[in-house]
Structures are given as structure tokens and as C-alpha cells.
């Protein structure tokens, strides 16, 4: 397997330079040529080549073997690549790795099992202890749904027990009594505390968390050293699964800071695109001003395009409404009554958290001071809003070369899908949604409704997507929250089938090509780097993998088990596979 080691030693650490579209391509003789693989360009006409050549940092160029040879010199390395697969290194548009990188999470499959681990839980947690359990969705139990309160009363009496699922959770009536929760409290903000036909709280909580009283934070305490080791070490997952980009689709000050200190210190061994997550309340003069003071003292923090090729900023990211695996997404219909997501009403449409009026302002403070805006938008009635708040911010500030873009998207109709090609409004989408949750949404939400849901094909048509994993837990690719295997992503795009095996919607694939560009050249370009990165063409970064097999042309249901045999990023080896 490892014949063409030693890699590792043949290239010497090449210190980041700042490299930009305008820099010169590189002169040759070449620092490295990988010849005789198959070389997936990636480029506009998706060129297969044999050979490439790198030189620094960057790709020199690519070619047939002859004319790659012919860029040797006295000091060139070769690398025999035995006729296999060279991609573009991988890139992940939306994920969450400083809470992944210290995060733990139960091994979890059924309503069963989350029963079975509160119980054992009250053995080991002091009475009157809060018990949590962290984004654990409904959706992708076995039983497809959230439990009862009085479930939750059953295995854990004398605790307070929360069963959290993002913006909605479930709570027992040992959290309630100690919270002082009762028939008389109010909903909270855009929050609700779900009551039942005589008016006492259900337990389902749907934004509104902060009416309970003690419950721990979702992380524990770690000293910065302990949480930049496991930073380091997720990286080198990530890098183990093929990804030399990220993009951090939500960072404080305090998540970019890390990001900068590992650039620092050399130890970033791939690029982080930086969302930056921000607080939409107040009138127009504090919003401004916290865009003003956004961008920090070291100016590092913004606007977008801000940093360099190792830790740039991307967009402002905010939260327009809650989500599919809840029962939070804001929808046009109202969602049906059940208990998947304990909807005890008729006319529950989801929760919007911000007014439409005051999305726009915000976004239109965002696109003067030239940032990229992003929102999650989970649900289509939330689109429906955050397109028209594009549209009129459009009007007055231009947005098409900001590329403002949604996130998550789940439901574009058609008429949406012609207002975001209108727009140059571009769409970070998670293919692991389909594959964990399609077939409990197909139940819940039916066949005409679910036509709509991540229709990749015509995403594609009509505007640029990129893939994202949005993981926030866990580390392991394939059993993390959300599972973050690109491989997996690559192979759900192109087949559609459900963790529990539905097809959903076939026609909505995507060829093995398209869906190598949404975690490539797309994400690139959903970030503003698609001239520097996303494909193998001369100038570009050298950052590429080699891979076991050619995912153009393996078993579509066998993609998921490529490995990775050598990742490389800015022309140094990050990652073997031994
Ligand atoms: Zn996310």
C-alpha cells in the first residue's frame, strides 16, 4: 500500500506565504511531480490528466506525463502514483469544530437506548442533578420520535432531565418543578412553552430553554491547551478523510482567535474560512456599530475576505429559524400534528426569530460594509423571508458579487430557485440531512412536500451550492452529530438513499462530477477563493489528495469507503495513510 512512501520526507515545511490571484504563477523546475495517476482537474471541463506538478505551494501544472517530466530538475521529486486518483484537496462548508474537537457524545440509536442511558444516568448523577442530553434529534431514532414527559418522569423521577434537540427539547417534570415552569408562564420571546388542552406545560420546550433554571453548559471546562490539542487533533481527522479546507459557520472572537493561534504556531494543517456569528437585535445605530466593532483591533475579524489563504473571514452568519429535526423550521403549511415532534397544535408553522423588517435592516448594514451575509434557513416559509429581505437590500446595495448565500435551504420552490439565480444568492447545503433524517421527513411531511426537500439537481440549476457537513459533535466521520464524511456526503448526492434505505426522489441526483464540485470548486466559490483554490489548474494552492479509488467510476454505494492514502495541503504532507 505504501510504496510511494516517503512522503512524508519530501517535501521540507514551506512556511505560508500570502498567496493571491495576482501572484505570478510559479516558474518551473518543479519541487514535486505526481505522474501516472488519474488527476481529476476539477477545472471548468472537468479535465482528466495524467501528471502534476508543484512547485512551493502552488500548482506548477498539470498535464500528460511526458510534458510534466519535462519540468524536472536536479532536485525534483517524483511520485509514481501507480495509476490512481489525485482530487483537489476536499473542502467543508459548514461545520463547527472548536465545540466538535472537546465534545463527547453516547453512542445513541433508538428512543430505547436514550431511555436506557438517562437511567443509568441517575445512578451516577446526584439527586436533583440535571441530566442532558445534547442534540439528540427525533428524526433519526428508531422510533422517529421525541419522548413523552411522562416517558421522561419514568426512568428519572427525582432529576431533572432534558432531552435536547437544538432549538426544541423536551424536558420531565422534575426540570419543570424546579424551574418554577407551571400553567402561568408566559411564552418567552419568539419561544414556546408548550401547553395542553387544560393548559399545563407538555415538557416540549421550542425556543425557549431559558425558562429552566440550572442547566449546565453544553461543553465542560478545558484550559486552552487541552482544547487546542483536540482542535489539532480533529484537524488531522479531517485531514484523514481528505479535507484541506473548512469553513466555520458560526465563530466568535474566541473561536478565531484559536484558528489564529494555531497559524501561529505552524499547526494548522488545513485552511479555515470563518463565519462570523452575530447578534441581529437592537435598532439600525447599534446594529451598525456592531458591525463597526466586528472587525477587531487587529482588523483580523472582518469584513469578509479579511485574513489570509490559512485563516480568512467569510460571512456574517445569523439564525432566522429553527430547523427540520425539531420541528422548528419555519414552513409555509403548517406542520403536521404527532409525535415525532410532539405538535400538539393546527396551526404551528415553526418559529421565524427575526422580524422580516429587522432581517433587512441588518443585512443592509452588512452589505454597505461589504460583507457576505448568510442566515439559517431551514424551513421554505423562512426562505420565502429571507429572500425577499435579499431582494430589497438588492434595491440599494448591490449583493450579487457579495454572493450572499443561505444556509441549510431545504426547501426551495421553484419560484425561490429563479429569485436566487436572479440574485447570484448562492446556498451551503448538508447532504447527511437526507441521508440521516429523509425518510422520518418523507413519513412526517408526505410525498408532495418532500419533492422539495434538498433537491440537489435543480439547486444546481438554477444557482452555485456547496456541501457542508454542519458538525457540531462528536469526532468519529461516520457517527459524529452531524456525520462529516465527505465521502459519505459525495455518495448521498449521488444516490439519494436514506440511512434506512428509501431512494428519495431520484431524479434529483447529482452526476459523480457535480458532486465532486459541491465539496470542491463550489465551496471555493460559495467562499470567495474559488481562484485559489477548489480545483488543480497552475497558480492554484497545491492542495490535493490521492485516494484508493476513482469515484467517477467505483460501485455509487461504495464511495463512502474511500480512503484517503495522502493528503497534502500548500504543497507539504499533512496526512498518510499508514
Ligand atoms: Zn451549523
Redo the contacts with the bound molecule.
Keep these: 500500500m505504501c510504496r510511494f512512501l516517503p512522503l512524508a520526507f519530501l517535501l521540507p515545511f514551506v512556511v505560508p506565504v500570502a498567496a493571491n490571484a495576482a501572484d505570478p504563477a510559479p516558474q518551473g523546475p518543479a519541487d514535486l511531480i505526481i505522474h501516472h495517476a488519474r488527476v481529476v482537474t476539477v477545472d471548468d471541463k472537468f479535465h482528466v490528466v495524467e501528471a502534476v506538478a508543484v512547485k512551493d505551494s502552488r500548482i506548477l501544472a498539470v498535464g500528460t506525463n511526458d510534458d510534466m517530466l519535462k519540468l524536472k530538475g536536479e532536485k525534483t521529486r517524483l511520485l509514481d502514483a501507480e495509476s490512481r486518483t489525485v482530487l483537489p484537496g476536499l473542502y467543508d462548508s459548514?461545520v463547527?469544530p472548536t465545540g466538535a474537537a472537546t465534545s463527547k457524545i453516547p453512542k445513541i440509536k433508538s428512543l430505547k437506548d436514550a431511555l436506557a442511558y438517562i437511567k443509568e444516568q441517575t445512578k451516577i448523577v446526584p439527586e436533583g442533578d440535571w441530566i442532558v442530553l445534547w442534540y439528540l434529534f427525533p428524526t433519526r431514532l428508531d422510533e422517529a420520535r421525541f419522548p413523552t414527559k411522562a416517558e421522561l418522569d419514568e426512568v428519572a423521577p427525582k432529576h431533572p432531565v432534558l432531552f435536547h434537540a437544538g432549538p426544541a427539547g423536551m424536558v420531565n417534570s422534575m426540570a419543570l418543578k424546579i424551574s418554577g415552569v407551571t400553567k402561568d408562564t408566559p411564552n418567552p420571546g419568539t419561544g414556546i412553552v408548550v401547553k395542553d388542552a387544560k393548559g399545563e406545560p407538555t415538557g416540549m420546550l421550542r425556543s425557549a430553554y431559558r425558562v429552566l433554571k440550572g442547566v449546565p453548559s453544553e461543553s465542560d471546562k478545558f484550559s486552552d491547551e487541552e482544547r487546542r490539542e483536540a482542535l489539532k487533533k480533529l484537524f488531522h481527522l479531517y485531514n484523514a478523510q481528505g479535507l484541506t479546507s473548512i469553513a466555520d459557520?458560526?465563530a466568535g472572537r474566541g473561536a478565531l482567535d484559536q484558528y489564529l493561534d494555531l497559524k501561529k504556531r505552524d499547526e494548522l494543517t488545513l485552511r479555515v474560512n470563518v463565519a462570523r456569528s452575530f447578534d441581529p437585535s437592537g435598532n439600525r445605530e447599534q446594529v451598525a456599530k456592531r458591525f463597526e466593532e466586528l472587525p477587531g483591533k487587529d482588523g483580523l475579524g472582518g469584513p469578509t475576505g479579511a485574513g489570509d489563504d490559512w485563516v480568512r473571514i467569510g460571512p456574517i452568519k445569523l439564525f432566522l429559524d429553527g430547523g427540520m429535526l425539531n420541528g422548528t423550521a419555519y414552513m409555509r403549511q403548517p406542520w403536521p400534528k404527532g409525535d415525532t415532534y410532539q405538535i400538539t397544535e393546527d396551526d404551528y408553522r415553526g418559529l421565524l426569530f427575526i422580524k422580516p423588517d429587522q432581517l433587512q435592516m441588518v443585512c443592509e448594514e452588512g452589505a454597505k460594509r461589504k460583507w457576505q451575509m448568510t442566515a439559517?434557513t431551514a424551513g421554505e416559509g423562512a426562505m420565502d423571508v429571507l429572500l425577499d429581505a435579499y431582494d430589497l437590500v438588492n434595491r440599494m446595495t448591490p449583493i450579487k458579487d457579495l454572493r450572499f448565500c443561505i444556509?441549510h435551504a431545504n426547501f426551495p420552490s421553484q419560484r425561490n430557485l429563479e429569485r436566487c439565480k436572479a440574485l447570484g444568492v448562492v446556498a451551503d447545503v448538508q447532504p447527511a440531512w437526507l441521508y440521516k433524517d429523509g425518510s422520518t421527513l418523507y413519513r412526517v411531511l408526505g410525498d408532495k412536500r418532500v419533492r422539495w426537500f434538498q433537491p440537489y439537481k435543480s439547486w444546481m440549476e438554477y444557482t452555485t451550492i456547496g456541501g457542508g457537513s454542519?458538525h457540531?459533535l462528536g469526532q468519529d466521520s461516520f457517527d459524529s452529530i452531524n456525520p462529516w464524511n465527505p465521502w459519505l456526503a459525495i455518495e448521498v448526492a449521488v444516490t439519494r438513499k436514506t440511512e434506512r434505505g428509501d431512494v428519495l426522489f431520484k431524479e434529483e441526483a447529482l452526476t459523480r462530477e457535480q458532486a465532486i464540485r459541491l465539496y470542491t470548486i463550489n465551496n471555493a466559490y460559495l467562499c470567495h477563493e474559488e481562484k485559489l483554490k477548489g480545483s488543480l489548474e497552475p497558480g492554484k494552492f497545491a492542495d490535493l489528495i490521492m485516494i484508493d479509488r476513482d469515484p467517477l467510476a467505483c460501485p455509487a454505494n461504495t464511495i463512502h469507503e474511500t480512503k484517503v492514502l495522502m493528503t497534502m495541503v500548500g504543497g507539504k504532507v499533512v496526512y498518510e495513510r499508514k
Design positions: 459548514h463547527h459557520r458560526n439559517h444556509t454542519d457540531m
